[in-house]
């Protein structure tokens, strides 16, 4: 009875910038009935240097915002948000603010399928500068697959290659091939890449042309995407939760038409968002 009287409301896609449209346009993929609520903290982005207590606060803050917004359940589609904030915003914040609902990141499913995509096992992490400093996929993957060694490598240029639309540039590869030759001089084994950010996927193409056609390349939309819809099969109370009309919305905390502009280049479609502040 208490189910049936809880509001249906969308599920929320939260990242610092405009990387999450890639996770979201998997999981749009993945179920194009449910409805997705996407909110970018555009005005404060990058978080990939900036220190845990920041990224705590402002990922709290958007996570408040989302649940403001009917949200049962949120997703980091962000792995700085996720290394540095996922863990104490499920143990300590949700008891106290939200406790029937759930906030889930995107580091967790990509280490817990890892063993899937490397023969070696021997597998490298492109990231940011936070997220490779929190060792998250280290820890995570050595947690779940104690066999499987891990080499990191941080690639600063690489989000604002993205957002300013640099990656096509000789200068945008140069930084590119740059990162990957580092990474790939660490360990001459490895066999897979995760693509440790969700801005990365955009510059798959370039990527691939400077690694090895033994070495599998992997975004993380497409796993985030398959292991949410195992989620929700396994909690049939948040799924039922979750509306289903095929809405997207589009929240940004920075000036909406810049954001309209920058997402076309993630989803190769028209978005319409609206500006939103956190507090």
């Known amino acids: 009875m208490q189910n049936k009287m809880i509001k249906k409301a969308p599920i929320g896609v939260f990242?610092?910038?405009?990387?999450?449209?890639?996770?979201?346009?998997?999981?749009?993929?993945?179920?194009?009935?449910?409805?997705?609520?996407?909110?970018?903290?555009?005005?404060?982005?990058?978080?990939?240097?900036?220190?845990?207590?920041?990224?705590?606060?402002?990922?709290?803050?958007?996570?408040?915002?989302?649940?403001?917004?009917?949200?049962?359940?949120?997703?980091?589609?962000c792995n700085t948000a996720s290394a540095k904030a996922l863990r104490t915003i499920q143990q300590n914040d949700l008891p106290k603010i939200a406790?029937?609902?759930?906030?889930?990141?995107?580091?967790?499913?990509?280490?817990?399928?890892?063993?899937?995509?490397?023969?070696?096992?021997?597998?490298?992490?492109?990231?940011?500068?936070?997220?490779?400093?929190?060792?998250?996929?280290?820890?995570?993957?050595?947690?779940?697959?104690?066999h499987i060694v891990v080499s990191q490598e941080a690639c600063p240029m690489w989000v604002p290659l993205v957002e300013d639309n640099e990656f096509n540039t000789p200068g945008g590869e140069f930084f590119i091939r740059q990162s990957l030759e580092s990474l790939?001089?660490?360990?001459?084994?490895?066999?897979?890449?995760?693509?440790?950010?969700?801005?990365?996927?955009?510059?798959?193409?370039?990527?691939?042309?400077?690694?090895?056609?033994?070495?599998?390349?992997?975004?993380q939309g497409e796993i985030v995407a398959k292991k949410l819809v195992d989620y929700l099969r396994r909690h049939p109370d948040m799924a039922d939760r979750c509306s289903k009309n095929?809405?997207?919305?589009?929240?940004?905390?920075?000036?909406p038409r810049s954001f309209e502009e920058k997402a076309s280049l993630f989803l190769d479609e028209k978005v319409v968002a609206e500006q939103i502040q956190l507090s």
């Open 99 to 146: 406790p029937e609902k759930r906030v889930l990141g995107v580091i967790r499913p990509c280490a817990e399928m890892i063993d899937e995509f490397s023969t070696t096992k021997h597998i490298g992490v492109l990231g940011t500068v936070g997220t490779v400093i929190s060792e998250s996929y280290v820890l995570e993957i050595e947690k779940l697959h104690p």
């Open 184 to 219: 790939l001089s660490k360990d001459s084994a490895l066999d897979a890449l995760i693509l440790g950010c969700t801005h990365y996927p955009i510059l798959i193409e370039q990527i691939r042309k400077f690694v090895p056609n033994t070495v599998r390349v992997i975004a």
């Open 246 to 255: 095929g809405i997207k919305m589009y929240y940004t905390t920075e000036n």
């Open 15 to 77: 990242d610092s910038g405009y990387g999450g449209l890639t996770v979201l346009s998997e999981l749009r993929k993945a179920m194009p009935d449910n409805d997705f609520i996407y909110l970018g903290d555009n005005a404060r982005a990058p978080y990939g240097t900036r220190s845990f207590d920041v990224v705590y606060e402002y990922t709290l803050q958007a996570v408040k915002t989302l649940f403001d917004q009917g949200c049962h359940l949120v997703i980091l589609a």
